[in-house]
């Protein structure tokens, strides 16, 4: 289960003071949900809560009964190498590196048994992952040789690689026109395992039909939700 209690994240926001929360929610782990929102009603910083990249103010949010939100700052980064799978709507690809070397580097720095592999076996491992998403040919070019929605493959390869408890998609498909952002969403269904959670920020309501769950947020509160 996921859990939400009583979670508040505190901003100063132009000088003013925004909460995002309080939240209390409960869901299956393993469900694919869709949080939709205006820009700036706090559904990134939902996300970014769930993965361990912020911390909270006040409450707690459990990952099957791990309770992330009484971990350090290292014990978070560890939690979210071994379990959390993050794909952001800017790419953030490393332009000096190599399609290949960009999703190694990231398979090198995960604390799991993939990374204690030989290297035989973790170069097999990426060439599988870069044949499903149909970049297999592309593995020896530099991110500014291939078009945003490549550059997305190369980022959910990346994300999904060491096979997460948790992927994480920010506004995947922001950058990128519909027919392709329709294509990444069905990509990263796709990819995903039937015990991987799949959390994604979308203002795009006809994408988030696909979902198990809609949560939307509205000036940091949940307003709705359907399951």
Request: with cysteine.
């Amino acid at each position: 289960m996921i859990e939400f209690k009583n979670a508040i994240r505190e901003y100063k926001l132009g000088g003013e003071p925004w909460n995002l929360g309080p939240l209390n929610i409960s869901l299956p782990i393993n469900k694919s949900v869709c949080i939709l929102g205006q820009s700036g009603s706090g559904k990134s910083t939902l996300l970014h809560l769930l993965g361990g990249i912020e911390s909270l103010t006040k409450g707690s949010i459990f990952v099957d009964k791990k309770n992330i939100s009484r971990l350090t700052e290292d014990q978070r980064n560890t939690f979210r190498k071994k379990n959390i799978g993050f794909v952001f709507q800017d790419f953030h690809l490393i332009k000096e590196l190599t399609v290949f070397e960009n999703i190694k580097i990231s398979l090198d720095l995960k604390n799991t048994n993939i990374s204690t592999k030989t290297e035989e076996e973790k170069n097999n491992k990426i060439n599988q992952i870069l044949k499903d998403v149909n970049l297999l040919d592309k593995k020896n070019n530099y991110p500014h040789q291939l078009s945003g929605g490549q550059q997305q493959r190369v980022a959910i390869a990346r994300a999904i690689i060491h096979s997460p408890k948790l992927l994480l998609a920010d506004e995947p498909t922001g950058n990128l026109d519909a027919k392709t952002g329709q294509t990444i969403i069905d990509l990263l269904f796709s990819l995903k395992t039937k015990n991987t959670g799949f959390w994604c920020v979308t203002h795009d309501e006809n994408l988030a039909q696909k979902f198990d769950i809609i949560i939307t947020v509205n000036d940091g509160k949940i307003v709705r939700k359907n399951q």
